[in-house]
């Protein structure tokens, strides 16, 4: 039997496929299509200090192979995900899950990571430094290293569990980005978010989206972020976390010959439901095609 | 809900650009008329949202207008050929409510353009209740009209409004109803606004671009007195009194 | 009639329609499928002071919906583009074309550009500053504002030609690059070169291109471009020739009212030869539907 | 060079991973054997070139190994499927030469593996000049030989090896043949150097990652004697005394 077991700061996943986050909320709407307990963690859906509706619609627009979303970190704040979301999702899922946090300020990202350390079930708390979809904040953190730095440093600092940050792909040099985040106590790093994309309706000859531009991911981003894990993972010391446009078996051990140790898959859930099962099914399957034994020695093979 | 493998039984031009098609596939999980199908097209990435229409055992029945690369697609399709649909999705029209609601008078039913083929699934399932409704079919022009001998077959009254006169009473749909009970209705969001200016209570199905169409992204969230909704999920239809314009 | 023409700095171009530097050569191959003056311009191959074999093989990778290439700049150098190939180019294109030209130094930009500006066919001299297959030099110019107006002030030094600098998608904030050039005396932008991909052959458990990175093109960048071409065009008050996956009459539109003043058709040539003498026949079939009679009235009209 | 639709006429497996097809078209335009076809696969960006192994006016046949997703979906393709493709592309063999530098041997051909397609339409045209080849057609084992009847048929002399000795002669091509003369070879690169290696003279075709397939984008340039050539247009054939290792 192949072995795609992955550890990840001390947590072992019995798959490395984990559902982004915003593309798979607190798990609910999936265990309508199959038991979610294969999967290999969860990242839930971005948590802010206050309840948040996000952006007017429209907000999604379709792209040649991805799509542009402007949710705009929709969710019903730190107090309602503590008390209401988590719960449900404890009842559903078993495994540690990955809270993903995000804030306008320093203190707001503090503010949610401390109360996602109190919460048993999260194995690890990712840090969202790089949304598209917000105006002021958001992806300006995300895109100096100075300042992604210090949301690491202030995450760290009220949190004992394992710290991922978030790196946004819009930017000009991520390794550095990466670095700093390293430097200042990252225990991983997640990436790529979404790419600042925009579509206009040349019916209408207006911006599809409401907001004009928003985060464009899906299967037309891959080669970026396979690039980029890749580039991150040759600079750092610290596991990560692959993403974007991961839509197969084909694709996961794409990503982690890049150098990922685990990977999300976000838009392809959206399209079809059942991405993340076919793709744990599909693995091992893969795996044994291409004689490999253990998942984790492929990590970062591609030289 | 779930995805599944439709063949494709007939799909037929009802005028030069709106295509009725009929699927033969699993219908068992439908539960309500006003919910929808998302719809996978070879080559593109969204799947396409489409309201169902009328249903039986093992038959669907679409109604879609062309106008843009998906439904154009879809135009082309041809019998026997297999579509990839997830479905049913949404909550669809509360039938209990409409029955509570239309005590006094027959409930109304007003479809706008393509808002009109959920509205066909609807007035057979109040037939079937034997709480028969009126119809307000709304269009522009006399060319524009489509599945109003569809309507008449089933033995509900209907009436056909055009904007431009060319055809039934001239006007919008509003025009026809002078003071509409309970209402259950479903178009373009500037009708959708009219009727709910006039009527005493009722339904309102509503669009939004969806990425997912089954909760799982938020994309396509509304605001309503009751907090953020999905469109797809408490969605499509809203109770009059929730809905903020 | 619909009427297709455009504005380029005193140049006027039947049709925006332009092929993209390095996926048309000097026109020839292409004389075979269509008569290439319908064209509204070439910006032919990039042309480098030395004579370059450009990088080792395999150059090439399929994405989803595009292509990764590491060609590196393969060219005859400066003085075999102006004594042999231009003069060849004059015989089966009779229209003004764009010089794109590279370098490794500052001084090697003006000594192409110097030349460039001596030839009659020349309407436009396209800098480019954002090639991502050449180590070093190359890209580098185009990540900076300070940089990248170093090499636009040498340019407009020597040549009274009008000058557009090409700029690289591969940075935080391409704006400020945009309007450095401007400040720097550019007549005009070209924009998006390609974007850093990476594709791994998870058999070989290696990089497919040689040199492990390239640029990536094609459908699935289109988003991008367009949102980089919209916040220039908004940012800037110079012409904008936009590119970036365009592959339709459809996308042509799209690109000019994001901002776009004409437009350049790269990878879709590649994949189908007959690509932009389709889009021409195509554009004014679909701006009647629109009902736009002047192509000019779109540009930037998206707000 | 152009593009056009082709109709596929069959398409058979000649062994579990290789496939034969046949396709209807117009082949007016191909000069000579070692041409290759691009061929656009539904779905994938880039086309995929393929050696074009026989022709005669309105059918073309291709043998394609099946590697990754291109050649998969080739090989699920049914006839009366149209494909899109382009071509005939590259230089192909210059059969003068052939014939004038195998005044005093016979011709040579080799292939190995996916490279024998084309050695069958080139023994073929040979054939038509009265140049009768030699022919050696190289495999690992026994179950992966195909095509040897084929040649046969022909009339020309095959020789069949395998490095595990499973059929034919055990070993390389080139334990097949003493003192090659005049090589005309296809296959993979260390087959293609042992026999550059050995031959006296001829001619090589190579392979390379395109984009285009038509000489518009440099993405296939290999460096030769005579500076850079694209594989796609002054190739695949290139000249033994040209080829840079
Ligand atoms: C719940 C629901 C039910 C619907 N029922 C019907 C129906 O029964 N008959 C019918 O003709 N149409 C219906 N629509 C509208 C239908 O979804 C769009 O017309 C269709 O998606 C257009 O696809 P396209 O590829 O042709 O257009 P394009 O403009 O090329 O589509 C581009 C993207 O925008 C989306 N989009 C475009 N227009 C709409 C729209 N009006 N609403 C939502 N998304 C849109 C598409 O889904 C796609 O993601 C319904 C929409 C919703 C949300
Ligand atoms: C001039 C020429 C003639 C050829 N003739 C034949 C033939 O007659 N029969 C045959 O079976 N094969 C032939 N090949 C190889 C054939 O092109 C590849 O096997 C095929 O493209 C693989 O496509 P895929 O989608 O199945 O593989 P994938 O690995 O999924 O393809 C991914 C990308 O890599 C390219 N690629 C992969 N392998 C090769 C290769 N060996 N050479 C060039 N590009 C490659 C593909 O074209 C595609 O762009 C020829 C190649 C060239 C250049
Ligand atoms: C609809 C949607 C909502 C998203 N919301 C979040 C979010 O709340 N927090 C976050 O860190 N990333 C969010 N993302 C980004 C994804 O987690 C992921 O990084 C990105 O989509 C790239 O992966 P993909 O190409 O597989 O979608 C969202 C993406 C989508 C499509
Ligand atoms: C094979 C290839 C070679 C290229 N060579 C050059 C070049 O020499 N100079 C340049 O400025 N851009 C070059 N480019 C970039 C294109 O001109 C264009 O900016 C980019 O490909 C985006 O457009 P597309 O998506 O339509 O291909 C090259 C692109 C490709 C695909
Ligand atoms: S479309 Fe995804 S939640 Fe409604
Ligand atoms: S593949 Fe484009 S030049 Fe050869």
Same mark, same amino acid.
């Given at each position: ?63 040649? %192979? ?7 970190? %929709? ?118 978010? =979404?790419?600042? @994309? ?67 898959? @976000? ?37 | ?201 009722? %339904? ?18 509304? %605001? =309503? ?21």
């Amino acid at each position: 039997m192949v072995d795609t077991r992955v550890r990840l700061s001390g947590l072992t996943l019995e798959n490395p496929v984990i559902p982004a986050s915003g593309t798979f909320g607190y798990g609910k709407e999936y265990t309508e299509f199959y038991d979610i307990n294969i999967l290999g963690s969860i990242s839930f859906k971005g948590t802010t200090a206050d309840p948040r509706f996000g952006n007017p619609q429209p907000r999604i627009a379709e792209c040649s %192979q991805g799509m542009i979303n402007s949710v705009g970190l %929709q969710n019903p704040g730190l107090e309602a995900v503590i008390n209401k979301e988590l719960p449900e999702l404890a009842k559903i899922y078993k495994k540690p899950v990955i809270a993903n946090v995000s804030g306008f300020s320093i203190e707001e990202y503090a503010k949610c990571a401390e109360a996602m350390d109190r919460q048993q079930q999260v194995g690890i708390i990712e840090v969202n430094v790089s949304c598209p979809n917000v105006h002021d904040g958001g992806m300006a953190f995300g895109v100096l290293p100075e300042s992604a730095a210090e949301v690491t440093k202030a995450v760290k600092a009220v949190t004992k569990k394992p710290v991922y940050i978030k790196l946004s792909p819009n930017v000009t040099d991520i390794v550095s980005i990466a670095r700093a985040c390293e430097e200042a106590g990252a225990d991983g790093l997640s990436l790529i978010n =979404t790419l600042l @994309g925009m579509r206009i309706d040349i019916k209408r000859r207006q911006p599809v989206i409401a907001n004009k531009m928003g985060g464009f991911s899906g299967p037309a981003i891959f080669p970026i972020a396979v690039r980029m894990v890749y580039q991150v993972a040759k600079a750092v010391n610290i596991p990560v976390i692959g993403m974007g446009g991961v839509s197969s078996a084909r694709d996961v051990v794409e990503m982690m010959m890049a150098g990922a140790t685990a990977v999300q898959v @976000g838009a392809a859930n959206l399209v079809n439901p059942y991405a993340c099962k076919e793709i744990i099914e599909e693995l091992p399957l893969l795996l044994e095609e291409l004689g490999i034994d253990r998942l984790e020695d492929i990590i970062g093979i591609a030289e | 809900m779930k995805t599944s493998i439709y063949k494709i039984q007939s799909n037929r031009a009802l005028r030069s650009d709106i295509y009725e098609m009929k699927l033969k596939g699993d219908t068992s999980s439908i539960k309500a008329p006003g919910q929808f199908v998302n719809i996978k097209i070879e080559g593109l990435y969204l799947r396409r949202p489409i309201s169902i229409c009328d249903w039986d055992q093992n038959q669907l029945t679409i109604i879609y207008k062309v106008v843009g690369e998906g439904t154009e697609r879809m135009a082309r399709m041809a019998p026997g050929q297999e579509l990839d649909i997830l479905g049913p999705l949404g909550n669809g029209y509360d039938l209990d409510k409409i029955e509570a609601g239309a005590k006094e008078k027959r409930p109304l039913l007003i479809g706008g353009g393509v808002g009109i083929p959920p509205m066909y699934g609807l007035a057979k399932a109040l037939l079937d209740r034997k709480v028969p409704p009126e119809v307000i079919l709304g269009f522009n022009k006399s060319e524009e009209i489509f599945y109003e001998k569809e309507f008449k077959d089933l033995g509900v009254d209907v009436k056909v409004t055009t904007a431009n006169g060319s055809y039934g009473i001239e006007g919008f749909v509003t025009d026809a109803t002078k003071n509409p009970g309970y209402v259950c209705a479903c178009g373009p969001e500037p009708m959708l606004k009219a009727v709910w200016d006039k009527a005493e209570n009722g %339904q309102f199905s509503f669009e939004a671009r969806m990425a997912c169409g089954f909760g799982g992204c938020m994309g396509c969230s509304c %605001q =309503t007195k009751y907090g953020a909704k999905r469109i797809c999920k408490e969605g499509p239809v809203l109770e009059k009194e929730e809905i903020l314009w």
